[in-house]
């Protein structure tokens, strides 16, 4: 599947319960596995962003659910 992509360590964000939720990808998923309750198919064509927020809960999404993070400046 052609798209964006992101690496590890990548601080991003997307939609969640209404809001926006902002965090870092922690893994690339090449293969069906689970975070949390939640179960996720992925392959090396649609890969899955296991992304952590900064309150350390995790998800899976589609590389188009996510956004680069706008990094805030001191």
Known sequence: MAGETFQI???VSWQSGGRMAVGRVVRVATESGRV???VYNASKEDPRY??????G???AH???ALSRAQTQRA
Do not use: K, L, S, W
Request: glycine fraction near 16%.
């Open 9 to 11: 360590g990548e601080r």
């Open 50 to 55: 296991i992304v952590e927020t900064d309150e």
């Open 36 to 38: 949390g309750d939640f």
């Open 57 to 59: 809960r995790r998800g």
């Open 62 to 64: 589609r590389a188009e």
